[in-house]
């Protein structure tokens, strides 16, 4: 594969990856706690709920940012993937202490502990081989 053909590939899977933190977090944002089924509300709880949701569609939004220019965007990308993979371990330590959650949330886990980390080296992968494409640099006056 090309070095540009596999940067389009990232681009277009970066771009239908971050539709879920964009569209789980806008969900959180709108439907609070009530948006996860149940009885009542806990105030505390919904806006805890809307918060976190707000900084995963941020999280989404940012890794969405990185598509135009992704091979020189490691830097933002790899932080990204840190906060990620930190929630990820976050939600793995839930699912030790209080149990198996629904099939959405270890979906979630995936796309935290496993997807992202993959896409992450992907990025580091197009971004080295941006480096090799590039035009020498001039010397001289």
Avoid: K
């Avoid at 239908?16 to 569209?23: C, I, N, Q, S």
């Avoid at 149940?38 to 505390?44: E, L």
């Avoid at 995963?56 to 932080?79: K, Q």
Wanted: proline residues 5%; hydrophobic residues 50%; charged residues 10%.
């Amino acid at each position: 594969m090309t070095f540009e053909a596999e940067r389009r590939a990232l681009q277009r899977v970066v771009a239908v990856a971050g539709l879920v933190p964009v569209l789980g977090g806008l969900y959180g944002v709108l439907f609070g706690q009530a948006g996860l089924g149940g009885g009542s509300v806990d105030i505390s709880t919904d806006s805890h709920l809307r918060y976190l949701s707000g900084l995963l569609l941020g999280i989404g939004l940012l890794f969405w940012s990185t598509i135009p220019a992704i091979e020189s965007r490691t830097s933002l990308f790899r932080f990204l993937t840190m906060v990620v993979a930190l929630g990820g371990l976050a939600r793995l330590l839930g699912l030790w202490l209080t149990g198996v959650p629904s099939l959405t949330m270890l979906a979630a886990l995936g796309m935290e502990l496993v997807v992202t980390p993959l896409l992450c080296l992907w990025q580091i992968r197009v971004a080295n081989r941006a480096g090799e494409h590039a035009p020498p640099a001039r010397s001289g006056p």
